[in-house]
């Protein structure tokens, strides 16, 4: 490798380096559609709303405040049950993503100076 070849050297790195952002960024998206599918199956072979409803307001006698709502079963109780999970699902994916962009654009700035190289040397 001479020092008139870095520009193509730097080029074809920087492309390589793009495609493996890519990559990780065509995984995540699969991966998330994957998901998004199973909940959407599991959700659709509910056959009720919820099946218990309870709804709690400050009754005497009981514990102070005790106020709020509680729904079990059914489609509402299958989302609320996994709001926990879902999130932590989200965090990774945002990461992946975060991580396959941060790789791609690395890649796109190595080919930018591969390609300012080869014009300078062109001239």
């Known amino acids: 490798m001479n020092a008139n070849t870095w520009p193509q050297w730097a080029a074809a790195i920087g492309v390589l380096v793009e495609f493996v952002g890519f990559v990780v960024l065509g995984l ?6 994957k998901q998004a599918l199973r909940e959407a ?3 659709a072979s509910e056959k009720s709303l919820f099946t218990t409803l309870a709804v709690y307001d400050d009754i005497p ?7 709020g709502a509680s729904v079990e079963g059914g489609i509402l109780g299958r989302l ?11 965090a990774r994916s945002r990461w992946m993503i975060s991580a396959g962009l941060v790789v791609s654009g690395l890649g796109v700035l190595i080919q930018i100076a591969g390609a ?5 040397l062109a001239k």
């Open 28 to 33: 995540e998206l699969m991966q998330t559609n």
């Open 41 to 43: 199956k599991l959700l």
């Open 80 to 90: 609320v049950e996994s709001i926990p999970a879902r999130e932590k699902e989200v």
């Open 61 to 67: 006698g009981d514990a102070p405040n005790y106020t």
């Open 116 to 120: 300012f190289g080869q014009a300078w």
